[in-house]
C-alpha cells in the first residue's frame, strides 16, 4: 500500500522533530554511525552486565543495542519495551534471525508497567527519556520493579531534539528514590546511572 503525501510529510517532521520516533523510519536507528556516540559494547560495560542479569530495555526501536545485550547475558533475561508494536515486531524479526532463546517483548501502555516490584537487575533506555509523557509515573515504576541495589541507566545523545540535560535527569531520578552512582561521557553524549539502595551512595565520574 502506498503512502500518500501528507502522511510521507508528517512522518519526515516526526524524524526530525520532538515526540516518539516514527516506526517507519526504524530503519535509521541502525545505521553503524550511532556507535560513534555510543556502541553496544560501551553499553555493556557502563552497565555493569552479568551473564545472569535481568534486564529491561524501555524504548528498545528496532533492536540496535539489544542483540549485544542480549548475547552478554546467556544465562539472563532481556525485556524488550516499546510503545509501538511494529518497533517490537521489527526487533524480534532481528533477534529471532540471530537464534537468541532469552528475549521477550512487551508493548507498553504510556501509564504503567505490569510488572512485580523487584523484577529486574538493569533498567535502561537510551535517548528516550525525553519522549515519555508521564516521566514522574513512569520513574517511580522503574523504581518499584527494579531490584534492591539495581541499577537505572539513563543514556542521552547529542542531537536528540528531546535530549534532558544531566542536571534535570538527576532531579528526576532523585524526587523518585534514586541514588546518583555514576556519569560516562560529557555534556552532549553521556550515560548516567543511579541505584535503587537504601543506603548512602556516593556518585562517580569515569
Not at 548475547?71 to 508494536?85: M, N, P, R, T
Not at 517490537?88 to 504510556?110: H, Q
Amino acid at each position: 500500500m502506498k503512502m500518500n503525501k501528507s502522511k510521507k510529510i508528517d512522518i519526515a517532521e516526526r524524524f526530525g522533530g520532538k515526540g516518539i520516533f516514527p516506526y517507519q523510519l526504524a530503519f535509521t536507528l541502525l545505521m553503524p554511525i550511532r556507535n560513534i556516540f555510543l556502541s553496544p559494547k560501551k553499553l555493556i560495560q557502563r552497565l555493569e552486565i552479568k551473564e545472569d542479569s535481568i534486564i529491561l530495555e524501555i524504548g528498545s526501536g528496532p533492536g540496535y543495542f539489544s542483540i549485544k545485550i542480549a548475547e552478554s547475558i546467556s544465562k539472563g533475561k532481556l525485556i524488550l519495551a516499546d510503545i509501538q508494536q511494529e518497533m517490537l515486531d521489527y526487533a524480534k524479526k532481528r533477534i529471532d534471525k540471530k537464534g537468541l532463546k532469552n528475549v521477550e517483548y512487551y508493548l507498553c501502555d504510556g501509564k504503567t508497567l505490569q510488572f512485580p516490584d523487584n523484577s529486574f537487575d538493569r533498567i535502561f533506555m537510551v535517548t528516550v527519556i525525553g519522549e515519555v509523557e508521564n516521566k514522574e509515573e513512569y520513574m517511580k515504576e522503574f523504581y518499584r520493579i527494579l531490584k534492591n541495589d539495581g541499577i537505572l541507566s539513563i543514556s542521552e545523545l547529542a542531537g536528540d531534539p528531546d535530549k534532558m540535560t544531566i542536571e534535570d535527569i538527576k532531579v528526576l531520578a532523585e524526587n523518585s528514590g534514586f541514588k546518583f552512582y555514576k556519569i560516562y561521557g560529557n555534556k552532549k553524549n553521556f550515560t548516567i546511572n543511579f541505584k535503587k539502595h537504601n543506603g548512602t551512595q556516593h556518585g562517580k565520574k569515569q
